[in-house]
C-alpha cells in the first residue's frame, strides 16, 4: 500500500481508539513495512490532532456566535418587550435582566477570539473563572438603572396613552428610612382604592416623595389616572408636576391675556382651554360659572365679555396695568380704589371692570375681573 493510503488507516484507527500497539499490528496487516509503522502512527496522530484543533475552533466560534445572540436577544427583550408587556416599574426584572447580560457579557468576553488555532493549541479548554465576575459590578450597576428606567418610562408612556381619571381613596401608605455613610434616604408609599370604569375595584400602591407623603391622610380621596390596560399601573394628580405630565396642563396662573383670548372661546371647548392652563375645572351650574376648587378660582363667558373670580385682590388692578390697561377714571389708580374700590380700565375695544368681594377671617379680598370686548 502507498504510504498516503497507510497514514489515513492509522487515522481511522486512531479515531476508532485503538491502543497504539494495536495500531501497529493492524498497520502491518495493511502491508507497511515494521520499520514505517511508528512513523505512520505519528503522522496519522499529527492529523488527528490537527482535525481536532480545528473542530474546537469550530465549537468555540458556534459558542460565541450563540452567546452573542442570546446577549442580543435579551438585550431586546429587556429593554422594548418586556416593559411593554408588564407595564409597570419592577425591580425583579430590572434586577434579572441585569444579571442575566453580565453573565452573558463576560461569557462574550471569556470566548473572543477563543477559536484562533494558536490560542486552540495553548488552551484546549476554557478555564472561566467566575470569580471574575465582580469585574461587572459597575457596568452591572448601570445598566440596573438603564433597565429600571425603561420600565418606568414605558410604564409612564403607556399611561399617558391609555389613561382613564377615576377618583380614589387612600386606604393605607407608609415610609421608610435607608441609612448610608451619604446620609439618610427616605422612600414613601400610598395605597389607594378605586373602582374602574367595568365596575372592577382595584387596589395600587404607587411611590410618591417624603414632602407629598405629608398631604396625604387615611380615607382621603384623590384624583387619579389608570391605564386602561393595567389599572395598577396609575399616577396620583396631586402635583402640579403630575398634572403638566399627564395632563399637559401648564399650571400657572390665569393672567389677563388669558383671559383676552377666552373671551371668543365656545361654551364647549371653554373647559378643554382652561385645563391647558391650570386643570380641574368643574362646571357649576348653580352660578352658571367654571370653578377649580383646587385653585379657588371661577370662570364665567357670556356674550362679548368674561368673567373671573380669584384671590388676587390685592395685585388685581397692577396686573391690569402691566398688561397695558389704563383706568378710565384717575381715581381708579389710587390706592384706595385698588384695595377697596371699583375700578374700569380699557385697552383698545377691551373694557375691563374690577370690583372686590371681601372674605372671611381676615384674608385678602378676592377680585371679581371682568373683560367685555366692544363692538367696532
Known amino acids: ?44 496522530k499529527k492529523i488527528v490532532y490537527q482535525e481536532q484543533i480545528l473542530a474546537i475552533s469550530k465549537k468555540r466560534k458556534i459558542i460565541f456566535g450563540a452567546v452573542v445572540s442570546l446577549l442580543l436577544l435579551t438585550f431586546y427583550y429587556f429593554l422594548f418587550v418586556l416593559p411593554d408587556s408588564v407595564e409597570s416599574p419592577s425591580v425583579t426584572y430590572s434586577l434579572l ?32 473563572n467566575y470569580s471574575f465576575l465582580v469585574i461587572m459590578l459597575v457596568p452591572g450597576t448601570i445598566l440596573y438603572f438603564i433597565i429600571s428606567a425603561v420600565f418606568e418610562n414605558t410604564a409612564e408612556s403607556i399611561l399617558k396613552k391609555n389613561q382613564i381619571e377615576v377618583v380614589g381613596t387612600v386606604i393605607s401608605g407608609g ?78 396662573d390665569i393672567t389677563y391675556h388669558d383671559l383676552e383670548n377666552l373671551i371668543d372661546v365656545k361654551e364647549d371647548k371653554l373647559k378643554a382651554e382652561l385645563d391647558k392652563i391650570v386643570y380641574g375645572w368643574e362646571y357649576e351650574s348653580s352660578v352658571k360659572a367654571w370653578v377649580n ?58 373694557i375691563a371692570t374690577i370690583e372686590m368681594i371681601s372674605t372671611k377671617n381676615g384674608e385678602p379680598p378676592m377680585a371679581m375681573t371682568t373683560l367685555r370686548k366692544l363692538k367696532i
Open 293 to 350: 376648587n383646587r385653585k379657588n378660582i371661577g370662570v364665567a363667558v357670556h356674550d362679548n365679555s368674561i368673567v373671573y373670580i380669584a384671590p388676587n385682590g390685592t395685585v388685581a388692578h397692577y396686573l391690569l396695568e402691566k398688561e397695558g390697561y389704563v383706568a378710565l377714571n384717575k381715581n381708579d389708580s389710587s390706592f384706595v380704589a385698588k384695595v377697596y374700590g371699583i375700578g374700569q380700565y380699557k385697552k383698545g375695544n377691551l
Open 97 to 128: 435582566g441585569t444579571v442575566l447580560i453580565c453573565f452573558l457579557g463576560y461569557l462574550c468576553i471569556a470566548y473572543y477570539k477563543s477559536w484562533d488555532l494558536e490560542f486552540v493549541r495553548k488552551h484546549e479548554e476554557i478555564n472561566i
Open 175 to 252: 415610609e421608610n428610612e435607608i441609612h448610608t455613610r451619604r446620609g439618610t434616604i427616605k422612600l414613601a408609599k400610598i395605597v389607594v382604592e378605586f373602582e374602574t370604569r367595568e365596575g372592577e375595584k382595584i387596589i395600587a400602591d404607587k411611590d410618591v416623595s417624603s414632602y407629598e407623603f405629608k398631604n396625604f391622610y387615611y380615607k382621603q380621596e384623590v384624583n387619579l389616572i389608570y391605564s386602561k390596560t393595567n389599572p395598577h399601573n396609575i399616577a396620583i394628580l396631586t402635583t402640579s408636576q403630575a398634572l403638566k405630565e399627564f395632563k399637559n396642563s401648564q399650571e400657572r
Open 1 to 44: 500500500m502507498k504510504k498516503d493510503t497507510l497514514v489515513l488507516k492509522a487515522v481511522q484507527y486512531i479515531k476508532e481508539d485503538y491502543y497504539d500497539f494495536a495500531i501497529k499490528d493492524l498497520l502491518l496487516e495493511d502491508g507497511a513495512n515494521p520499520d514505517e509503522t511508528d512513523m505512520l502512527l505519528e503522522e496519522g
